[in-house]
């Protein structure tokens, strides 16, 4: 059975940082992307940020220069540096690990940034 775990989050005030840990347990093929999506209350899920299994990073204009994605493959983990913190940043942040047409969610890790 695939299991999606994160961690890390956390009360952290504005300008400072956090990192997220993102583990898949139970994929025995290769994973295709990891990535991470938030959502804070009364809005909708939105991306954050990926990683391809080729070490390709894409993110979110509203991160960029402030997150940054690094893995550890033979961990199946996936880690989300995230400096410079704003109140905007608060959400719930899920991690979302692809497997060729599959894709699994972990039930996510709260980020709340005081101002």
């Known amino acids: 059975q695939v299991q999606v775990e994160e961690s890390g989050g956390g009360l952290v005030q504005a300008g400072g940082s956090l990192t997220l840990s993102c583990a898949a347990s139970?994929?025995?093929?290769?994973?295709?992307?990891m990535a991470w999506y938030r959502q804070a209350p009364g809005k909708q899920r939105e991306f954050v940020a990926a990683i391809t299994s080729d070490s390709h990073t894409n993110y979110a204009a509203s991160v960029k220069g402030r997150f940054t994605l690094s893995t550890d493959n033979a961990k199946k983990t996936v880690y989300l540096q995230m400096n410079s913190l704003k109140p905007e940043d608060t959400a719930v942040y899920y991690c979302?690990?692809?497997?060729?047409?599959?894709?699994?969610w972990g039930k996510g890790t709260q980020v709340t940034v005081s101002s």
């Open positions: 139970g994929i025995r093929d290769s994973i295709s992307a």
């Open positions: 979302n690990v692809f497997q060729g047409p599959r894709a699994y």
